[in-house]
């Protein structure tokens, strides 16, 4: 018997998706006018379904250590591995199953506020589909959300015949799948190098399949080669929901909220003219050719008027996630490359850099006093979706939330002493994932051993006979690690020190006024 029902069995990546993140789903349906319930964050029951080696879950419940979390993924070394790594902080408040969805289904849970999955669905067989929903229907909370991603048309359109075909050329099911895949984008490549006319008439295919190869092949084989693979419309998924009583609300991709800077005037209209709401976000896949949806399900979809939204919003924090200077002042969309607009853009930003504010405290700058709460509520709103702001949890739990990603950290970084696989910590303002390197890691954690952080990662490195290269060329001597490494420290102390104080990661400013601890 297959136990794996075509699912394939190499271990998948250990990224965090922000998209998870309670915080943001918050946000993105207050975004679109729907009421996110009051429901308090830092006390949620929380379950995400596929949880591959568990590191999003994990995260989040240590960035909300009063809610309750539990994940299921059939691959046991995937469990294995998450409950090793929750046990190691000592975290009590997640619990990860080995269970298929079918048997998941039948275990005594709670009732949870969020259940996400992602990518999942596109993954599994129409059998795995049914026991998904299931669980949806029987365990979310009236009033719960679920976070759902998967691959759909148009995007996939091009792309899909190309998987298929990289699946049939992989070669013997029976043989390790790994070098098969290699095998098979070998093979690919002869489709574009023998100018083939399916490449021809599809002249962006070859980007996108040379993006493929740059990829690890554990993500490859996750995304390429399960038996069960199907791409969807909008409107699949939206049936599939409403069989389990919920309705689509909105995508957590912020920046495709803001019509006006991926639609044109004749576009807008169009959807505008479309009444069935599932048809119309098809239309909007078709016009923007969307090839992977991430969108958030509601169990009681109620719509709140503007003045309650905008209550909602003006109370809610948000906190500055990368340098001002890197942060482009026009961005590249569907419409081409847009400017901001600077009056806004500028003092909001600027005051950010201060420290984690609210909206109402952000409106109370001078700069930004006379400026309309629309305008000001739209460039907040595509900052998050750049991903360079970050909506954040209450102030009044940064404490409690910060003894806890501390533990969590803690234990990363010490992981970061021989392995470079997680590169995520968490956040107790965001109670989300901020990503960071293993030398920036090793960093902090010589900081926190009141070592001096360039040597101690140059003997962390010598310890492990791990060589540095610069310039294609390896450091032979202690000196030049040093010499090295202290520039990285110094620019890492210069722009990323600050962020990481922002998201209270580490010690140095108060997160609720930015300003610096005496």
Known sequence: MDWTEGYVDVGYTHDFYRELTPALHRFALLSRSIDPGHVNLD???????????????ALLAAAHPQAEFHANDFLP??????????????????????????????????????????????????????????????????GGTVYISY?????????????????????????????????????????????SMYSRVNPMLKDRFEGVR???RPYIAHEYFNRDWT???????????????????????????????NLT????????????????????????????????????????????????????RFVLTSPDDTIKRNVLTPLGNLGLNAAVFDPLIAVLARGPRTLAELMQDAALSAVNIVAVIEAITALVGQNHVQPCLPAAGDAERARSTAAFNTAIMERALYSNELQFLASPVTGGGYQIGRFEQLFLLGEQRKQDPAAFVT????????????????????????????????????????????????????????????
């Open 265 to 316: 005037a004749e576009q807008q209209a169009l959807l505008q003219g479309t009444e069935n709401p599932d048809h119309r976000e098809v239309m909007r896949d078709f016009l923007t050719n969307r090839q992977f949806r991430r969108d958030l399900y509601i169990k009681g979809r109620l719509p709140l008027d503007a003045a309650e939204r905008n209550r909602q919003i003006l109370a809610t």
């Open 77 to 142: 070394g995937h469990i294995s591995y998450a409950q090793n790594l929750a046990a190691e902080p000592g975290m009590k408040n997640v619990h990860f199953y080995d269970d298929s969805f079918e048997e998941f289904v039948k275990r005594d849970l709670p009732q949870f506020d969020v259940i996400t999955l992602h990518g999942v669905y596109t993954w599994v067989n129409e059998e795995n589909r049914n026991h998904i929903i299931n669980f949806l229907a029987k365990r979310l909370k009236v």
């Open 214 to 216: 740059k990829q690890t």
């Open 231 to 261: 791409i969807f419309y909008h409107t699949d998924v939206a049936r599939d929901m409403r069989s389990a009583k919920l309705d689509y609300a909105t995508t957590v991709e912020l920046f495709e909220h803001l019509d006006n800077f």
């Open 43 to 57: 006390r949620i029951t929380y379950c995400e379904l596929g949880c591959g080696h568990g590191f999003s879950t």
């Open 151 to 195: 691959n759909c048309y148009p995007g996939w359109a091009t792309m899909a015949p190309l998987r298929q075909l990289m699946v049939m050329l992989s070669g013997n099911s029976s043989d390790p799948l790994l070098p098969r895949i290699d095998q098979a984008l070998s093979k690919i490549q002869g489709l574009f190098d023998t100018n």
């Open 459 to 518: 003997d962390c490195l010598t310890a492990r006979n791990e060589v540095l290269v610069r310039d294609g060329k390896a450091l032979a001597t202690r000196e030049e690690n040093l010499a090295h490494l202290r520039e990285r420290y110094e620019t890492f102390r210069q722009r990323t020190l600050p962020i990481l104080q922002q998201l209270g990661i580490v010690a140095g400013q108060e997160s609720g006024s930015g300003k610096k601890k005496k």
